[in-house]
């Protein structure tokens, strides 16, 4: 019984010690090798916001237009309604951004998924990727939802984006995203919760950790969506608030190349970053 209960417990914090912040800071020093330092708060971006907007609202426009089917009234399923549909984002954001990126088993042994650049190539200074998922405020209830949920990414500020696409994290974010839609036009995209995402970045949440041997070509950035963001392009935002509000505005997470990463490569990142 006692076996049991230790067992359970051990579960349970092997999913929740990498949000806590004491644990993270005493096991940092046993990752120094792969970890990403920045002198400054402000030097955590590789990209100014302006290029971070404009490379999505590039993308996304161009999304649209190509689209065989009025996503603003349903675009988490036009995957079903033509299987040629994933093939023609994926020719958009080759001919959009210059390259294309999709899951695949990962070439490490136990990692499971991860994420590789399948056409083209990224350059140095590129998004990637975003992190899907709902966001979290720091006084926000996350606590069910983060049990054995290794998919809860931590912002600087304390911000939290669940990017499980299973379980109880997906009926929150679908639940989320219906209440947020604006007459015919949707807020977010649910389609990364899919097999087929609609936005073909809304993969970040498996781009594995780096290591000796595999160093980081990625790194993380956050960027809150202005409010003038594009209505008609919202439906393309693969996050949603936990909690409705107009005061905070809406956090993404996009991954960064560091590098140039040609057709082939697998996606790594620093998953801990210091901030002196």
């Known amino acids: ?16 010690r990498h949000r806590f912040v004491p644990w993270i800071a005493l096991n940092l020093q046993k990752n120094e090798r792969t970890l990403r330092q920045v002198k400054d708060r402000s030097q955590d971006k590789l990209l100014q916001d302006e290029e971070v907007l404009g490379s ?13 089917k009025n996503q603003r009234e349903l675009p988490q399923s036009t995957h079903n309604l033509d299987a040629n549909v994933p093939d023609e984002r994926s020719a958009v954001m080759l001919n ?3 390259f294309g990126v999709a899951r695949r088993r990962s070439s490490l042994q136990f990692a499971g998924n991860g994420v590789f650049v399948t056409q083209g190539r990224a350059p140095k200074g590129t998004i990637v990727a975003m992190y899907p998922g709902t966001i979290y405020q720091a006084d926000e209830p996350i606590f069910f939802q983060s049990i054995r949920n290794p998919f809860v990414f931590r912002c600087i500020d304390g911000v939290l984006i669940d990017g499980n696409d299973r379980a109880i994290s997906k009926t929150v974010y679908r639940s989320c995203s219906g209440r947020d839609r604006l007459g015919p036009f949707l807020l977010s995209d649910c389609s990364w919760l899919t097999s087929d995402p609609v936005n073909p970045l809304a993969v970040g949440q498996y781009v594995n950790n780096c290591s000796n041997e ?15 963001f594009p209505l008609e392009l919202r439906q393309f935002l693969p996050n949603v608030k936990y909690r409705a509000d107009t005061q905070r505005p809406l956090r993404c997470v996009v991954l960064v190349s560091l590098r140039d990463i040609n ?14």
């Open 96 to 98: 959009t951004l210059g």
């Open 214 to 228: 595999k160093a980081a070509n990625v790194c993380y950035q956050e960027y809150d969506v202005p409010d003038g």
């Open 263 to 276: 057709c082939g490569e697998e996606l790594f990142s620093n998953y801990y970053t210091i901030v002196h």
């Open 56 to 68: 999505l609202l590039c993308l996304f426009t161009q999304l649209l237009k190509h689209d065989l």
């Open 1 to 16: 019984m006692i076996k049991a209960l230790f067992k359970a417990f051990a579960l349970r914090w092997k999913s929740y």
